[in-house]
């Protein structure tokens, strides 16, 4: 999903290593899907495949013909792509799936040497702010003789075709998409408040895009700007990889490069087997919710007024999200930062990152900026300014169990 920045291979092939625990489907490893799938239930304490309500398994029960498709779009998420089979036109940002999101299960985060860069140009901060030719991703792994706009200097002779404007952004955990994509626009759009009526000095606003000329409200990536799963797959096979996908109609998928490789370059059942993978990958698993010091943490992390934009539970389509976010754009930057604009989400605004699994998902913020959740929590400007000021004045006590509290999500 256009998240992840510089990594070099031996980077990459450290990841491999590092995020894969729970993995026991390698490359070629859908040749023994069937005998994977009659052991469904397989507990990950046995070194196989994750069950239900353990890190990295399935949202919920599935059938036999259920855990086979989700068990193949598994295998594809932790495949490691090869340009013969479409990767880079010519740069991609990693091989696979797995490569950054594996932390700390396959589907989470990614650390910091992980992360992406994105580029513009404002005229040194006095604006418009402009996209340069070609958008404003910057992939982390391309041939060194490719002498393009990433390179920089550019030194065009406008300055306006250069860049000067620069923003890491950090790569998001994947586990319990489905569950966020199950909750209704209308249960979103109902917390927003861009005018502030209740005078709170919180302006929460939904992300709206036209998705082939329907209005749809953004719920994934830093700037809510994907809706569904499907179109975070097709997007990210793309921005991320270079593999183009099926074209659904819905302007997510890259249909067609300048390779040699026949497109699409993943198939349609391999592009639902990989959907249906993320749509059904559970969430983080909580911690105990019952110790005193979290109790207490609870409490302040309501007085603090974090629950205002971390909403502790949605209602989904099929029972209760327990995110701990409204999954709205709030300003958290404060008026000194520039970063990237997008239509509907100006420079600052970002999507209302979900709090669960949190203690798993570090560096936090947008790029990666606070290493602990404490740094996070005093990074916090814009509207959420009351809230790190507020934990600032608390005693170490409180503080200690807001950061309980935090890390049992």
């Not at 740069?91 to 999101?101: I, K, L, Y």
């Not at 404003?136 to 003789?145: A, V």
């Not at 759009?189 to 000095?201: I, R, T, V």
């Not at 798993?360 to 005093?378: E, K, S």
Request: charged content about 20%; aromatic content about 6%; hydrophobic content about 40%.
């Amino acid at each position: 999903m256009n998240t992840k920045d510089r990594m070099t291979t031996d980077g990459l092939r450290a990841a491999r290593r590092s995020g894969t625990t729970a993995r026991v489907l390698r490359r070629g490893a859908s040749l023994a899907l069937t005998v994977v799938c009659g052991a469904a239930a397989l507990a990950a304490t046995g070194g196989g495949i994750p069950g239900v309500g353990e890190p990295g398994g399935p949202s919920g029960p599935l059938s036999e013909s259920e855990m086979q498709l989700w068990l193949q779009g598994r295998a594809l998420f932790d495949r490691d792509f090869t340009p013969a089979e479409g990767l880079g036109v010519p740069e991609f940002n990693a091989d696979s799936c797995r490569a950054c999101h594996f932390d700390p299960v396959m589907g989470g985060a990614g650390p910091l040497e992980l992360n992406v860069s994105r580029f513009a140009n404002n005229m040194g901060g006095h604006g418009p702010f402009t996209n340069l030719p070609g958008g404003q991703m910057l992939s982390k792994l391309r041939p060194p003789l490719d002498n393009t706009r990433e390179n920089y200097p550019v030194d065009q002779p406008d300055p306006s075709q250069n860049a000067d404007l620069f923003e890491q952004r950090q790569t998001p955990t994947l586990l319990g998409l489905g569950l966020i994509e199950s909750i209704p626009e209308a249960v979103i759009l109902a917390n927003q408040d861009p005018l502030d009526l209740n005078g709170d000095q919180i302006k929460g606003v939904a992300r709206i895009l036209d998705v082939a000329g329907t209005p749809e409200v953004g719920r994934f990536g830093w700037k809510a700007q994907i809706p569904r799963v499907s179109d975070f797959v097709r997007d990210a096979m793309g921005g991320e990889m270079g593999i183009t996908t099926p074209d659904d109609g819905r302007g997510f998928a890259f249909v067609t490069d300048v390779d040699a490789v026949a497109d699409p370059e993943l198939s349609p059942s391999d592009t639902d087997a990989l959907t249906f993978f993320l749509a059904n990958l559970g969430p983080p698993i909580p911690g105990d919710q019952q110790v005193g010091m979290v109790q207490r943490g609870k409490l302040v992390f309501t007085a603090l007024r974090c629950d205002r934009c971390h909403i502790p539970v949605l209602e989904g389509a099929n029972g209760p999200v327990p995110l701990y976010s409204d999954l709205l754009l709030h300003d958290v930057m404060g008026p000194a930062f520039q970063g990237m604009e997008e239509p509907g989400a100006p420079s600052g605004m970002y999507r209302t990152p979900p709090l669960w699994g949190v203690k798993d998902t570090a560096p936090y913020m947008h790029d990666g900026r606070a290493a602990t959740v404490q740094d996070a929590i005093l990074q916090h400007k814009g509207e959420a300014r009351f809230s790190s000021i507020g934990y600032q004045a608390l005693g170490l006590d409180s503080q200690r169990a807001l950061l309980a509290f935090l890390e049992s999500l």
